[in-house]
């Protein structure tokens, strides 16, 4: 299998899109757009390495958009899209890839199919790049003065296509087309390569391959993506751990004062147990004590939020997205009213989801049972996911 490698273009300030930092930076279902984007990649078993090009003005977006993932440093952009391809280009030299696949990071509903695609037609031609024929009628605008637009003719859509990305070279080529065209203000990559002879095979794509312009646009990607999460699966989580002594208890995240703590191998942290074992159920991954198990010393005194995102990290891992996360403590004391806002904050931060996705309750059990005695605090928990109803 040649070596592949896919050439992120992430250098652009979004100076059309109005907000106050770059596209690609800005959350699509929970996660930022370049994220996305580059995650569609890392999946991909014909992908070889995934290169980002950034502006380093916006260093800190990217490393927080990009945590966890295993990725080189991003290289350095340039002033306009086709000096950062190149310097992307340059900076590949060395490793001298077969094949690269240059996408835009605003691209962030790539599919496995056009991937795969554009480097299958790269055995037969120098050039591929993902693309879809035009359905809708042209109109040439004409100026009608002031505001207006009028129509001066219908532009013969026969022939015409869509130009997406990923656009896929052959490295060589492609490095030596872009060195040659540098200065020129070509409009894509696949045009530095007609300018240099070179032959682009179009490879027919999803058209919702979208490029995120305008606030519209992201809006609606994120209907399309949050579309394509078809299989909804919801999860349950149960836990109890007892009183002994303490002077406080953790609950969702949170260190509350109390006049007994709780009894466990972590910090006993019941609410993020049940949390916990519900999102592991709702994607059939086992439970906390298979992942970590009370009998490894590795987990005593343990922060229960590394379990909590432990499992979110998972349903990541499936392409899912977690829509909602609902939490019961079952207790007489502490009272949990006064921390309640509190927790689904901490709840939303460790998961990276909106705290409008978040519920936190508190019930007693009216003097009746283990809780009724004050013997210790129960949890039940339920989550909701969305996974895609078939991974490419």
């Not at 070596?3 to 899109?17: D, E, H, P, Q």
């Not at 490879?203 to 919702?208: A, E, G, I, R, T």
């Not at 343990?302 to 977690?322: P, Y």
Request: proline content about 7%; glycine content about 10%; aromatic content about 4%.
């Amino acid at each position: 299998m040649p070596s592949c490698v896919a050439l992120i273009v992430a250098a652009g300030r979004g100076t059309r899109f109005g907000a106050d930092l770059p596209k690609q930076y800005l959350p699509l279902a929970g996660k930022p757009v370049l994220r996305r984007t580059v995650e569609a990649f890392l999946r991909r078993p014909e992908i070889t390495a995934v290169r980002v090009v950034i502006d380093p003005a916006f260093s800190d977006l990217y490393e927080q958009a990009v945590a966890g993932l295993d990725l080189p440093p991003p290289i350095t952009g340039g002033p306009t899209r086709q000096d950062s391809v190149l310097n992307g280009l340059e900076a590949l030299a060395g490793q001298a890839p077969d094949l690269v696949l240059i996408h835009d990071a605003a691209r962030p509903l790539v599919d496995g199919a056009a991937i795969a695609g554009v480097i299958a037609a790269l055995e037969q031609a120098p050039g591929a790049i993902a693309a879809t024929p035009l359905a809708d009628t042209l109109k040439r605008g004409g100026d009608a003065g002031g505001a207006k637009v009028t129509s001066a003719g219908t532009v013969d859509r026969t022939g015409l296509w869509r130009a997406l990305t990923p656009q896929g070279f052959r490295f060589p080529d492609i490095l030596i087309a872009h060195r040659r065209a540098a200065g020129l203000n070509l409009t894509d990559d696949a045009a530095v390569a007609e300018q240099a002879g070179l032959s682009v095979t179009l490879v027919p794509s999803n058209p919702d391959n979208l490029k995120v312009t305008t606030k519209d646009d992201l809006a609606r990607a994120e209907r399309l993506y949050l579309a394509g999460l078809g299989d909804v699966r919801t999860g349950t989580g149960f836990d109890v751990h007892k009183f002994h002594d303490g002077d406080h208890v953790w609950l969702c995240g949170l260190k509350i004062p109390h006049d007994q703590g709780l009894e466990g191998h972590s910090d006993a942290d019941v609410g993020l147990h049940a949390l916990t074992d519900a999102l592991l159920g709702a994607i059939c991954a086992g439970d906390i004590g298979q992942h970590f198990p009370p009998t490894d010393p590795r987990w005593k005194g343990a922060d229960s939020a590394q379990f909590l995102r432990h499992a979110a990290d998972l349903v990541a891992e499936k392409a899912g997205v977690i829509a909602h996360v609902d939490v019961t403590l079952i207790c007489e004391r502490p009272k949990v009213g006064p921390h309640r806002a509190a927790m689904v904050e901490r709840i939303a931060e460790i998961l990276a989801i909106d705290p409008s996705r978040v519920s936190v309750k508190a019930t007693t059990t009216e003097g009746l049972g283990f809780t009724g005695r004050r013997e210790g605090i129960a949890a039940q928990a339920a989550a909701t996911v969305r996974l895609p109803l078939v991974l490419d």
